[in-house]
């Protein structure tokens, strides 16, 4: 099963008005590891065939999360890994290419000692 956004956008061409859809699909199945020496490693499986690359969010457990933007990585890459502090952290994924963004993976908590 695929989930996928669909963004529009609407060009002047010759002869009238065009609107082009652009599919994204999503990244899913994310999953986080942790190995020796606090080295978290990420795995998602990709589901484009568009996409120009990653972007991989982190939060901290709390409340609210606040995510930031950690890494970005490369077209067909569905790992990534980083040495983390202690703490409970939740990752996200999302893929992008020059006309915008999926939407977000599901996350994926783990706890670092």
Request: proline share 0%; with cysteine.
């Amino acid at each position: 099963m695929f989930s996928f956004s669909i963004g529009a956008a609407d060009f002047l061409v010759a002869g009238g008005l065009t609107r082009l859809a652009v599919i994204f699909f999503l990244c899913t199945t994310l999953i986080a590891s942790n190995g020796s020496g606090r080295i978290v490693t990420l795995k998602w499986s990709d589901n484009a065939s568009n996409e120009t690359g990653f972007y991989v969010e982190r939060a901290a457990k709390a409340k609210s999360l606040q995510f930031s933007r950690i890494a970005t990585a490369g077209a067909n890459v569905t790992t990534y890994s980083q040495t983390e502090a202690a703490g409970t952290w939740v990752y996200r994924v999302q893929s992008f290419n020059g006309v915008g963004t999926s939407g977000y993976s599901n996350s994926a908590t783990i706890r670092v000692r």
